[in-house]
Structure formats: C-alpha cells, structure tokens
C-alpha cells in the first residue's frame, strides 16, 4: 500500500517564522498536493505538483510556497506564518494512471 | 465550487445498510464519480469509483442512475468504526486531477 507521510502530527509555532512542512510518498507517484482543512470551510487545494520541480497554484495559494525537489518530497512552506494559517494541513499523492489520492494523517499547525 | 450536493448529516444503526446519496446534476460525459471518507483526525480515505455502472468492492457498492445526475453510496453492514464524514465528488478520470471536495456527509453509526 502507498503511504503518505507527514514530518509532524502536531506543530506550534510563532507568528512571523518560516515554516516547513514536509511530505514523502513511497509509491513513485507523479502527482502530489497540498490541501488546508478548516472547520465550515472544508479541504481546499493549496498547491499541487505534477513532476519534480513543477508547481501550480491551487485555490488559496497566498502566503504560501512549495517546494519539490524529488519526486517523493513534497515540501509546503509558509515564509512568515500568521495566525489566520492555523489550519489542519493535508498532503495527498496520486498516480496520473491510476484512480485515487492517497492523504497523509496530516498536521495541525497552531500559529501563535 | 463542489459539484455535488449532499445531506450534511445522517444516521444508521449498526449491522444495517447505510446508505448515502449525491446529487451531480451537471456532471459531464467524461467525469468520475468517487467517493472518500475521512474518519475524524485523519486524513480523507479513497472509498470507491464509478463511470456508469455499479461498481462493488470490498467497502462499498456505488448504485449511479442511468441519467447519471445522482449516485448512492452503499455501506452494506455498517459498523460503529464507518462513522465519518463521507465525500462524493465529480472529477475527470486522471489522477492528476484537483480534486475539490464539498462539505460531505456526516454518518454517525449508532449501536
């Protein structure tokens, strides 16, 4: 089974940092996105990566950046977190010639 | 915007079929069904997917109409860990597709 993996489960840090957060996949797969999950809001797509060094802007792009290197990291950055990116924070992969995402456990961010 | 309405919420007792409907009135000719859940503190599960026809497997069954403006989501022996938030979502078939996801249902399997 493809896993998805997530650097932390929970992370605390202060407004005005950088922030990474890290995402691997072991099951070579072309694709991998960045969702953000917010209550009454729902899972919105951050960013997305079609092949290593690609990116492409989903719905809510601002404040943030990606970064994908390899093709089995794919690194979400916030360059100066605010309070308003405390948020549960989602990574999923996807094969281009297969069906379905598989989702990391993700992490929830609180920005303080 | 999701394409896809469903009921926020639902019940179903433990050991009966749960089952959760979707509108997709405007679906086109090249788009996917699918179906994920996400059980609570975790990441959304990849459940199952269809085109046209029924499709069944070891989670669940997907019952799509003929007209294919709506789909039902079968749970044949629900048990209390099938308590998530289900989401039906219209996409074309690559798996580099967004995906964007709706508000879902909410099923709570009551003992």
């Known amino acids: 089974d493809v896993k998805v993996t997530q650097s932390s489960r929970y992370l605390v840090k202060r407004t005005g940092e950088k922030v990474f957060l890290e995402c691997v996949q072991d099951m070579d797969h072309e694709n991998m996105f960045w969702y953000r999950q917010d209550p009454g809001l729902g899972l919105r797509l951050i960013y997305f990566s079609y092949d290593v060094k690609m990116k492409e802007k989903g719905d809510i792009p601002e404040g943030y950046s990606v970064s994908r290197e390899k093709k089995e990291r794919f690194s979400l950055i916030l360059e100066s977190a605010s309070t308003n990116q405390t948020s549960m924070y989602l990574c999923?992969?996807?094969?281009?010639?297969?069906?379905?995402?598989?989702f990391g456990s993700g992490t929830r961010l609180t920005v303080v | 915007d999701a394409k896809t309405t469903q009921p926020p919420s639902m019940d179903c007792a433990e050991g009966r079929a749960a089952n959760l409907p979707c509108n997709h009135s405007t679906i086109s000719g090249n788009e996917y069904v699918y179906w994920y859940r996400q059980i609570h503190s975790q990441g959304p599960q990849y459940i199952i997917h269809g085109l046209k026809n029924n499709e069944t497997n070891e989670m669940a069954s997907l019952i799509i109409t003929e007209d294919r403006k709506s789909s039902t989501l079968i749970l044949p022996h629900a048990t209390l860990r099938d308590t998530a938030v289900y989401y039906c979502?219209?996409?074309?078939?690559?798996?580099?597709?967004?995906?964007?996801f709706g508000q879902g249902t909410r099923l709570t399997i009551n003992p």
């Open positions: 979502i219209v996409s074309p078939p690559q798996g580099a597709q967004k995906l964007v």
């Open positions: 999923a992969s996807s094969s281009t010639y297969r069906t379905g995402y598989t």
